[in-house]
């Protein structure tokens, strides 16, 4: 677990990984997909950004997690359409690395997050694979806001 700070709230954020199957399965199964962020997006469904490089679900903590610590856990997936297992850990380690570095500023406490990772992740610029990150999980806080609000 690692702690760090986070721009939605002022207290220190931890972070952690999803380990349990059920966990993934919770954020894939009541899925909505965002084209655009209408209030109508509004809901305790996990939501679905897609990127050149990788598919991101978030959703709400389920129930049985203390509030009192703010935690924001993610996940990483790729399936086997990516290619042989070196490409798939090349990828892995790749997003693994943007997301350790971006997540305590830009994640949401009290959700999970799983990356779904693409092939044309294991080709694109570095840089690039970090913006399109930033901007997924910068949707994810506008959509969170609109949640809040209303």
């Known amino acids: 677990m690692e702690v760090a700070s986070c721009n939605v ?7 952690d990984r999803l380990r349990k199957r059920a966990d ?11 084209s655009n962020l209408a209030p109508n997006n509004v809901g305790s469904v996990s939501k679905i950004i897609k990127s050149k ?18 935690l924001a856990r993610y996940g990483l997936t790729i399936t086997k359409k990516v290619g042989n297992a070196v490409k798939r850990n090349r990828l892995r380690r790749r997003l693994r690395a943007i997301i350790v570095q971006l997540f305590p500023s ?3 406490p009290f959700y999970d997050y799983v990356f779904i990772g693409r092939e044309s992740g294991l080709h694109q610029d570095f840089l690039l694979l970090q913006e399109e990150i930033t901007k997924a999980l910068g949707k994810a806080q506008q959509n969170a806001l609109l949640i809040s609000k209303s």
């Open 9 to 15: 709230v002022s207290r220190k954020v931890l972070i």
């Open 53 to 70: 490089s990788f598919i991101m679900q978030y959703a709400p903590f389920s129930s049985g997690f203390s509030k009192e610590s703010p």
């Open 24 to 34: 993934f399965k919770r954020l894939a199964t009541s899925s909505q997909i965002i």
């Open 106 to 108: 830009l994640a949401i």
